[in-house]
């Protein structure tokens, strides 16, 4: 068996090497450190975001401006719609999954099932009186959200929109 030669490593090579090792131990953030474009776990969600926002037909980023008519008889321009997308994805970003629904004894939870129900959350905020997001419908159904787990959910958005 041939002898390995010691390759002795001149000062360029210390030093670059050093630096790789530095900017590997760098390259991990803590959890809190991470910004949205970092963490690969925010970005999977806003994906996800994006398929149920589709599915619901949820309107886009900015309200459009219409002129509508006061009581007075004044026309004056007014934001109507939009937004939904928006808001749910401030929700997203700033609430804690694990703190809105755990998982438990047959309870599974899911980041799809939970973004589902803020996004009927946020819809419902529009109109309170909507008849037209079922639980039976096949989407809802597939990923999970039943009339419990969205009451369960929306009382803690509630609960973190209050304080």
Same mark, same amino acid.
């Given at each position: 068996?041939?002898?390995?030669? =010691?390759?002795? &490593?001149? +000062?360029?090579?210390?030093?670059?090497?050093?630096?790789?090792?530095?900017?590997?131990?760098?390259?991990? @953030?803590?959890? =809190?450190?991470?910004?949205?474009? +970092?963490?690969?776990?925010?970005?999977? @969600?806003?994906?996800?975001?994006?398929? %149920?926002?589709?599915?619901?037909?949820?309107? /886009? !980023?900015?309200?459009?401006?219409? &002129?509508?008519?006061?009581? +007075?008889?004044?026309?004056?321009?007014?934001?109507?719609? /939009?937004?939904?997308?928006?808001?749910?994805?401030?929700?997203?970003?700033?609430?804690?999954?694990?703190?809105?629904?755990? *998982? *438990? @004894?047959?309870?599974?939870?899911?980041? &799809?099932?939970? $973004?589902?129900? $803020?996004?009927?959350?946020?819809?419902?905020?529009?109109?309170?009186?909507? /008849?037209? $997001?079922?639980?039976?419908?096949?989407? #809802?159904?597939? %990923? /999970? %959200?039943?009339?419990?787990?969205? @009451? =369960? #959910?929306?009382?803690?958005?509630?609960?973190? !929109?209050?304080?």
């Amino acid at each position: 068996m041939n002898k390995r030669k =010691h390759v002795f &490593l001149d +000062e360029k090579s210390k030093i670059e090497l050093l630096e790789r090792k530095i900017k590997k131990y760098e390259k991990y @953030k803590s959890y =809190h450190e991470k910004t949205a474009d +970092e963490d690969f776990r925010l970005q999977e @969600k806003l994906a996800m975001l994006s398929v %149920v926002a589709s599915n619901f037909m949820m309107t /886009g !980023h900015s309200p459009t401006m219409v &002129l509508t008519k006061r009581e +007075e008889g004044d026309e004056v321009m007014c934001p109507v719609g /939009g937004g939904q997308k928006d808001r749910a994805r401030e929700i997203i970003l700033k609430t804690d999954f694990r703190k809105l629904y755990r *998982g *438990g @004894k047959n309870r599974k939870t899911d980041p &799809l099932m939970i $973004i589902t129900a $803020i996004c009927m959350y946020v819809m419902r905020q529009d109109n309170p009186r909507r /008849g037209d $997001i079922r639980y039976s419908n096949d989407f #809802i159904n597939s %990923v /999970g %959200v039943t009339k419990d787990v969205y @009451k =369960h #959910i929306s009382q803690k958005l509630d609960e973190f !929109h209050n304080s």
